[in-house]
């Protein structure tokens, strides 16, 4: 679903077949296309794309999917999201019926698990590490306050951390005036958001995984794709509107054993988003506002809201997609997926669906 988790991917892949002679391309908006067809041109073995990038190359005749063998979807929860889906469907219609189809994730809603029995065939599941949303080895605390009061505080818990800190931010906006605050501190600061331009991106991931920059803010676009074993603690500037989100953003620290922290600022308007997140935590939560003497007073209103469960990643307006810019109501995504492809087909026959995590057809 990024380009940051698609590069990561190539890399790896790299390191695994580096004695096979097994050759891999990535393929992402933001990069020269002239670069991409370069590399496709010598020939690979493997492609990692981004589905709006793949697309853009499947038009054009670059790349060719009647002989792949393997299908894999990483992040799949995100991936079967709405906001995907189409691209998804069109990339899918041009593979053959007898390739070998996988999905990955961290997380897997209910309501996204049904919607891949819709693509697959008696599929096999293998759960590993299941017990890594408990947050296990991260102590995690959160802290009730008013929204204009969080910088500082940021500031009052940023200050004593030896190595690398995180902050998420809800909005690409609200990440600019952070990080901006955090530059004015005097903080090694760098941040990562839908509308930065692809070398910016890779420029300040670059110092924030070499250890120049003690800090990253970023809206979850990033939550997914960073493994930086320095970092120390994670601070959710805001709650997150979707309870998996949470756990892949402490999931950022306490990276191989390593311990961490993870605070989460709770404004008053966001008490009921942290009330559902709070039932998903499964070891001790401390309340920095008992421990630090902080006092609240919710109004009763905000403090009985209790919104509506939602599913399949952040919200899509910062979500990044791997190219294009404008329109299709979102930030980051490109004109409408559906535009000049005719007329979709639809996946009934659930004969023609493929493999989970096995052979079997789609």
Not at 298 to 315: A, E, H, N
Request: proline content about 4%.
């Amino acid at each position: 679903p990024t380009r940051e988790l698609a590069m990561q991917i190539t890399e790896e892949i790299k390191k695994f077949g580096k004695y096979t002679g097994i050759k891999v391309a990535t393929v992402y908006g933001g990069q020269g296309m002239g670069l991409q067809l370069d590399m496709l041109d010598r020939g690979v073995e493997i492609v990692v794309a981004t589905p709006g990038r793949l697309i853009d190359h499947l038009k054009r005749g670059s790349i060719e999917l009647r002989d792949i063998t393997y299908i894999v979807l990483d992040e799949a929860d995100t991936m079967l999201d709405m906001g995907f889906i189409d691209d998804i469907q069109f990339i899918l219609d041009l593979a053959p019926e007898d390739r070998t189809m996988s999905l990955f994730s961290a997380t897997m809603p209910t309501e996204i698990l049904r919607l891949s029995e819709e693509y697959l065939n008696n599929p096999k599941q293998f759960l590993l590490d299941a017990d890594d949303l408990s947050g296990e080895g991260i102590d995690q605390s959160y802290l009730v306050i008013k929204d204009r009061d969080k910088l500082k505080y940021l500031i009052d818990f940023i200050k004593p951390v030896k190595g690398q800190s995180i902050v998420f931010c809800s909005t690409k906006y609200r990440t600019r005036d952070v990080a901006k605050f955090l530059h004015q501190e005097k903080f090694d600061a760098v941040a990562i958001e839908g509308d930065m331009s692809q070398h910016r991106r890779e420029q300040s991931m670059g110092k924030f995984r070499s250890g120049k920059a003690d800090i990253l803010v970023a809206t979850d676009v990033a939550s997914r794709g960073i493994d930086v074993p320095r970092v120390e603690l994670v601070i959710n500037y805001d709650v997150p509107n979707q309870e998996m989100a949470y756990f892949h953003r402490i999931g950022r620290t306490a990276r191989a054993g390593a311990k961490g922290k993870a605070i989460t600022f709770v404004s008053y308007s966001s008490v009921g988003d942290w009330n559902i997140i709070k039932r998903q935590i499964k070891v001790p939560l401390r309340d920095l506002n008992e421990e630090m003497g902080i006092q609240i007073s919710i109004p009763d209103p905000l403090k009985r809201q209790t919104p509506s469960r939602r599913y399949g990643g952040q919200s899509r307006s910062n979500y990044s997609r791997g190219g294009r810019s404008g329109g299709y109501g979102r930030s980051d995504r490109g004109g409408n997926p559906r535009d000049n492809r005719g007329p979709r087909r639809r996946f009934n026959d659930r004969d023609n669906r493929n493999s989970y995590g096995g052979r079997s057809r789609w």
